[in-house]
């Protein structure tokens, strides 16, 4: 039994992995973080050596003058994330490839296992994108610097109160970007197997499928700008740096939380409607 549960979950793997929409969706999000970390390279020719900020604070994300990081975080995280598997369920029907794996299996361990494959794939792909983004500023940056905002006490601490679990941050800055990395990879996985769990239902439009979770997130940030809540919008505790007065960590419990339970909803549904559609 433990066989073909493990020969069923290596062949939802193997699908993923060979559909084109998984390379474009790898190739962008690398594509991102290696132009923003360049750009935040950029800013360091011909400055002395005691002039450069440390890697940890160089990294692409967390740089105040990176706008890379804007448009990774509100448009290309989420949807190349979806992208990459968001309709590989309708696509593995049309294709008749799940033909093979439901002589095997049955069509709930079918799902689940796409389901678990549809997270851990793009949560691995992105954490990797980060890392690499990480170790291509320490080959430009030192790994500590003594620059102002490491030996100043009055900038030290007003950068320590803009960032992200600040305990952390004055404890082992890599650390903490690290944390951030595992944040930003359970995101993009939570919001691909969201966008998977409503192609269960919606298979007719595949902008919808591929957009909606991530266009949620974007209205929820928008409206709470308007009404002035910015503390309340979820993308701000995506990145190292919390450009809001009072934050609420409770908002990232919310967000994450809100996109599981939405997706074992819509999973659990299509379970007991174990009609064989395949």
């Known amino acids: 039994m433990r066989?073909?549960?493990?020969?069923?979950?290596?062949?939802?793997?193997?699908?993923?992995?060979?559909?084109?929409?998984?390379?474009?969706?790898?190739?962008?999000?690398?594509l991102t973080v290696c132009i923003g970390s360049f750009v935040s390279c950029a800013q360091i020719i011909g400055?002395?050596?005691?002039?450069?900020?440390?890697?940890s604070q160089l990294w692409?994300?967390?740089?105040f003058a990176n706008d890379v990081?804007?448009?990774f975080y509100m448009f290309v995280l989420p949807l190349a994330s979806s992208i990459m598997v968001a309709?590989?369920?309708?696509?593995?029907?049309?294709?008749?490839?799940?033909?093979?794996?439901?002589?095997?299996?049955?069509?709930?361990?079918?799902?689940?296992?796409?389901?678990?494959?549809?997270?851990?794939?793009p949560f691995l792909v992105v954490l990797f994108c980060l890392v690499i983004s990480q170790v291509l500023v320490l080959i430009a940056a030192p790994a500590v610097s003594s620059d102002w905002y490491s030996l100043?006490?009055?900038?030290?601490?007003?950068?320590?109160?803009?960032?992200?679990?600040?305990?952390v941050f004055s404890i082992n800055q890599y650390v903490h970007n690290l944390i951030i990395m595992v944040i930003d990879a359970v995101y993009a996985g939570l919001i691909a197997l969201t966008s998977y769990s409503i192609s269960l239902f919606v298979q007719k439009s595949r902008f919808l499928v591929v957009a909606l979770p991530g266009l949620t997130v974007l209205?929820?940030?928008?409206?709470?700008?308007?009404?002035?809540?910015?503390?309340?919008?979820?993308?701000?505790?995506?990145?190292?740096?919390?450009?809001?007065?009072?934050?609420?960590y409770i908002v990232l419990?919310?967000?994450?939380?809100?996109?599981?339970?939405?997706?074992?909803?819509?999973?659990?549904?299509?379970?007991?409607?174990?009609?064989?559609?395949?």
């Open 87 to 121: 309709d590989a369920y309708f696509m593995n029907r049309y294709t008749r490839a799940s033909i093979f794996v439901l002589a095997r299996a049955s069509k709930t361990k079918y799902l689940l296992c796409m389901a678990v494959s549809v997270f851990l794939l």
């Open 47 to 55: 400055c002395d050596v005691t002039q450069i900020f440390p890697a």
């Open 60 to 63: 692409f994300v967390f740089s």
């Open 3 to 30: 066989m073909a549960k493990d020969h069923t979950m290596s062949f939802t793997m193997k699908l993923l992995c060979g559909r084109r929409e998984f390379v474009i969706g790898v190739t962008a999000i690398l």
């Open 253 to 278: 419990a919310i967000l994450f939380g809100g996109l599981f339970l939405t997706s074992i909803c819509l999973l659990c549904i299509k379970c007991k409607r174990c009609v064989d559609e395949l």
């Open 69 to 71: 990081s804007g448009i």
């Open 152 to 167: 100043s006490p009055p900038n030290y601490h007003f950068l320590y109160e803009m960032v992200m679990f600040p305990a």
């Open 219 to 248: 209205l929820w940030s928008f409206l709470v700008s308007i009404l002035r809540c910015n503390r309340w919008s979820p993308i701000e505790y995506l990145s190292p740096v919390i450009a809001v007065a009072e934050p609420k």
